[in-house]
């Protein structure tokens, strides 16, 4: 089960789980997450991999996470543009009060265009 709050659906994240420690999220791109520069806005790509990486961690039935943010980096590598944008995220070390999570988001041709990791709280 992936966690369930507003922001999540008002970007249209689509999630997809590859195994128990990977998922992979799609966002499809608006004109409204385009920078001046004509790229996708750092914000935007922040928020994915954050949301790509906190759901790694299976929701609880009702829908509410199961661990917040605690630190995030994120490395942009090229000004993303497209169609739409495609996380790869997965748990590299869980401990029982840490996880540990790495992204990779890329455009819409296969490009990597930012890489992420996040230490997340297991509340």
Not at 3 to 15: H, R
Request: aromatic share 8%; with cysteine; glycine share 6%.
């Amino acid at each position: 089960m992936f966690i369930k709050q507003p922001l999540d659906e008002f970007l249209g994240f689509q999630y997809e789980r590859v195994d128990e420690n990977r998922i992979k999220v799609t966002l499809p791109i608006q004109p409204l997450y385009v920078n001046s520069v004509g790229v996708i806005h750092g914000g935007i790509i922040s928020s994915l991999a954050d949301v790509a990486m906190c759901n790694v961690i299976a929701a609880n039935e009702d829908g509410t996470q199961r661990v917040v943010t605690t630190d995030l980096n994120v490395t942009f590598l090229k000004g993303a543009k497209g169609e739409y944008l495609i996380a790869h995220a997965h748990v590299f070390k869980q401990g029982r009060t840490l996880t540990h999570a790495e992204c990779s988001i890329y455009d819409d041709q296969e490009k990597l265009v930012a890489k992420a990791k996040a230490i997340l709280f297991n509340s």
